[in-house]
Each structure stands twice: as structure tokens, then as C-alpha cells.
Antibody, heavy 122, light 113 residues
């Protein structure tokens, strides 16, 4: 059974850093692009960034709103994708979701984790 | 950025009736080499993550009831829910994954009349 489990969220002060984890199971993690999205309370969905699989270079892309502060990385040996968030802002308050993409079949976002809530407040 | 515009923002439909949600992209999301529109529909219930219903604009995800269907015409896309059930109460989003930044419609809230 495919599972994606996010963790690492919590209450953080503005300006601090946080690292979120997305632990995957039930599929060959190394074959997939892993992406992060977020959803502010009562708002819509926003793409944050993704990391390609090693076979596609393991490169990353980010939304303009977070570029320079957010970093997506992966550890294929542990089947974990990470989202490092630096210089947290109030507007980063959201539920953060991870999801997957299988590039060779162009199958996008078929599984999502339950999300982890990040609250930025002083 | 590709702007996705959904309509209506909300609608109330009687049980067993049809719900129709529209989504328009500000530019083409057709991946010409595959001849597929990179457009997805999601259902989201309170406190839950989005659930993929439809991808490539009209392909139903495995396990999704066949009362959910997607259609496409150029840059106009439609999600239709026939025979609306109580469990279909949710917010529905369209999303383009043709080019980054991947963008979503603002969502349509479906309720029971």
C-alpha cells in the first residue's frame, strides 16, 4: 500500500527554520519526482517545489514565492523527501503536503500525504 | 503563470441530480507530443488532503466512481458529477500541471440542496 507521511510541523517563531519530512512506503521511491504543496487555513492549494528523481538529475524547481528560502531534498536510501524552510514568515502558515509524480508515465499526484501543519507566530 | 478560473464558487444540488463545475485555463495546457491536456480534478473534504479524481482532463483515477467524469474543449474543462451522493459534498479543484508553477483553480464548494 502506497503511503506518504509528513512530519516536522509545529509552532515556530518568525525568522526561524524548520525541516519537514515526507516518509514514503509501498512504492519504489527512487523512481519518483517528489513535490510539496501547501494550503493556508481556509485557502486554496499552492505548489511549493519539487525534486526530480536521480535518473532525471535530482534537480529541483520552486515557486517564485518561496525560491531562496525553501529547499527540497531527498534521501532515496530512507525513502524520505525533505522540505527545509528558512526565515519563516507569518504567511508560511499552512498545511504542507507531499505528493509524487512518475515522470515516465506522466502520472501526477495520485497519492498525497495527510499533511503537516506549520504555524508561524510570535 | 497559467491562471485557472473555476466557476461557480459554490453550488447546491439535490441528491441524485447533476453537478457541473467549469474550469478555464488562461493558456493551452495541451502537451502536444502526447496529445493530452495536463489538467487534473481533485476532491477535498475538510481536514483531508486532496484526492485525485480525474487526470489528463478526462481519465478517471482508479477507484473513483464512474459518476465522476471530466471533459475538455480547448482551454475549457468540465467536471460533472451525475447522481450526486451525500458523500460528494466537498470542495473541488482543477489544476494544470502543464508548466510550473503548477496552479489551481480557486475551488468550488458542492453542497446538498
Amino acid at each position: 500500500e502506497v503511503q506518504l507521511v509528513e512530519s516536522g510541523g509545529g509552532l515556530v517563531q518568525p525568522g526561524r527554520s524548520l525541516r519537514l519530512s515526507c516518509t514514503a512506503s509501498g512504492f519504489n521511491f527512487g523512481d519518483y519526482v517528489m513535490s510539496w504543496f501547501r494550503q493556508a487555513p481556509g485557502k486554496g492549494l499552492e505548489w511549493v517545489g519539487f525534486i526530480r528523481s536521480k535518473s532525471y538529475g535530482g534537480t529541483t524547481e520552486y515557486a517564485a514565492t518561496v525560491k531562496g528560502r525553501f529547499t527540497v531534498s531527498r534521501d532515496d536510501s530512507k525513502s524520505i523527501a525533505y522540505l527545509q524552510i528558512n526565515s519563516l514568515k507569518i504567511e508560511d502558515t499552512a498545511v504542507y503536503y507531499c505528493t509524487r509524480i512518475l515522470a515516465v508515465t506522466a502520472k501526477y499526484f495520485d497519492y498525497w500525504g495527510q499533511g503537516t501543519l506549520v504555524t508561524v507566530s510570535s | 503563470d497559467i491562471v485557472m478560473t473555476q466557476s461557480p464558487d459554490s453550488l447546491a444540488v439535490s441528491l441524485g441530480e447533476r453537478a457541473t463545475i467549469n474550469c478555464k485555463s488562461s493558456q493551452s495546457v495541451l502537451y502536444t507530443s502526447k496529445n493530452k491536456n495536463y489538467l487534473a480534478w481533485y476532491q477535498q473534504k475538510p481536514g483531508q488532503p486532496p484526492k485525485l479524481l480525474i487526470y489528463w482532463a478526462s481519465t478517471r483515477e482508479s477507484g473513483v466512481p464512474d459518476r465522476f467524469s471530466g471533459s475538455e474543449s480547448g482551454t475549457d474543462f468540465t467536471l460533472t458529477i451525475t447522481d450526486l451522493q451525500a458523500e460528494d459534498v466537498a470542495v473541488y479543484f482543477c489544476q494544470q500541471y502543464y508548466s510550473t508553477p503548477w496552479t489551481f483553480g480557486q475551488g468550488t464548494k458542492v453542497e446538498i440542496k
